[in-house]
């Protein structure tokens, strides 16, 4: 009797499993030569796998999950541009999860335009203009030329090794750029953001490229954009500087040159080197900076506010500044703080509270002229230490 209870469990289970998984694949070739274009629109969702090749052919199979083929109107037209794939659930109300995945095969230099309901994204070796977007799923982005706009409502992204100028959006994941040059701009409403290796393209003239004392081009120039509202940004390498921007979380840059301009509504920042000049604003955390290069090159000035957590500064010990701090503590903090460090300044601090402003606070000034007085240095807390210390230079 209990062969037979478990002979009828195991039928049942391959009948549920030959239901739910049909494994079913539709497939279609055509000839298409390079430069054309794939636009397709999955109007009731499913994942879209895309590969680039060396053959002027373009290769589909649709793979269905919990469906069957003839429960799906999927249409396949050859243009003057290229191809068009259209797809659409017969029947009434149903979930992504049953849609048909696509993947596909087209020449290595191919326009895509590509939009689906629900479902992950994924395109390797492609050289093209890349467009689109999904309603729900990751981006996965590798070894890609040309230009690319793309978002997804929800899910992560990545690209790697690639070559690539626009913009990748998701409204709720991480961002990961690895090993990638151009002009690309990741975001994220709700993730962490990770650059490493990223390289913007060279737009500027050889001039701005090699003189870094042209204090415009630094100002203005190209560098990392990186943006989220709600999660850390880790970038490693920004040669030609970083423009970051976060509403919630920590801010870590490795290595930048020209300059870093960072912000976060509630997190710590920290550069471990800067050559050139920064700008940096926390809400409500520590702000960690050091600054490398040759001391008498290129535009120098720092800003850092921090509205409460201490800040600390590293900059080479030659450095031509003119030191302005201020340091604010209330009362209630119940912690005196201090303005140190391995600088001469003048130091003012008084003996009563401030009660103008609310809760009652004292408010130490710092001030020097060092080495002749070029380079700006203005650095503000509320309840945290300051100190500005010296970097030795290598002999």
């Known amino acids: 009797m209990r062969r037979f209870i478990l002979l009828m469990i195991m039928i049942l289970l391959m009948a549920i499993t030959a239901f739910t998984f049909p494994g079913e694949t539709l497939q279609k070739e055509f000839n298409v030569a390079k430069g054309k274009s794939l636009d397709i629109n999955l109007r009731d969702g ?4 895309i590969t680039g090749w060396e053959k002027e052919k373009a290769a589909v199979t649709v793979l269905f999950k919990k469906t069957t083929p003839d429960q799906w109107d999927i249409r ?9 794939i259209e797809a659409a659930y017969k029947g009434g109300e149903r979930n992504n999860m049953s849609s048909p995945d696509f993947e596909i095969r087209t020449p290595s230099q191919f326009d895509l335009k590509l939009k689906t309901m629900g479902g992950a994204i994924d395109i390797k070796g492609v050289a093209g203009e890349i467009t689109g977007r ?40 991480r961002v990961l750029f690895e090993n990638v040059t151009g002009d690309v701009a990741g975001s994220s409403m709700g993730g962490n953001v990770i650059y490493n290796n990223v390289k913007p393209r060279e737009a500027r003239d050889a001039a701005n490229r090699n003189d870094r004392t042209n204090e415009a081009a630094g100002k203005s120039g190209k560098g990392i954009k990186v943006s989220t509202m709600g999660g850390d940004i880790n970038v490693s390498d920004a040669p030609d500087g970083a423009d ?8 870590h840059i490795k290595s930048a040159g020209n300059f870093v301009k960072a912000k976060t509504m509630g997190g710590n920042i920290a550069v471990d080197s800067i050559d050139g000049w920064i700008k940096a604003t926390t809400m409500g955390g ?8 040759d001391p008498q090159k290129g535009d120098r000035e720092v800003k850092l506010d921090s509205m409460g957590g201490d800040i600390t500064l590293t900059v080479p010990e030659n450095l031509s500044m003119d030191v302005d701090i201020e340091l604010v503590y209330t009362k209630d903090a119940k912690k005196n703080y201090d303005i140190a ?17 609310g809760s009652p606070r004292k408010t130490i000034y710092g001030k020097a002229q060092i080495a002749g007085g070029k380079h700006k240095i203005k650095i503000n807390t509320i309840n945290g230490n300051i100190y500005l210390k010296k970097l030795k230079l290598e002999k």
Request: no cysteine.
């Open 76 to 84: 396949f037209k050859e243009t003057a541009d290229g191809i068009r």
């Open 341 to 357: 460090g391995d600088f001469q300044l003048k130091l003012e601090k008084p003996d009563t509270w401030d009660e103008s402003k």
């Open 286 to 293: 520590n702000v960690t900076v050091t600054m490398t290069g």
């Open 134 to 173: 999904t309603m729900g799923g990751a981006l996965e982005l590798a070894n890609l030329k040309g230009t690319i706009d793309l978002k997804t409502m929800g899910g992560d992204i990545t690209l790697k090794d690639s070559d690539i100028d626009g913009k990748l959006k998701t409204m709720g994941g």
């Open 46 to 49: 499913g994942s879209i796998t």
């Open 244 to 251: 970051v921007h976060t509403m919630g979380g920590n801010i």
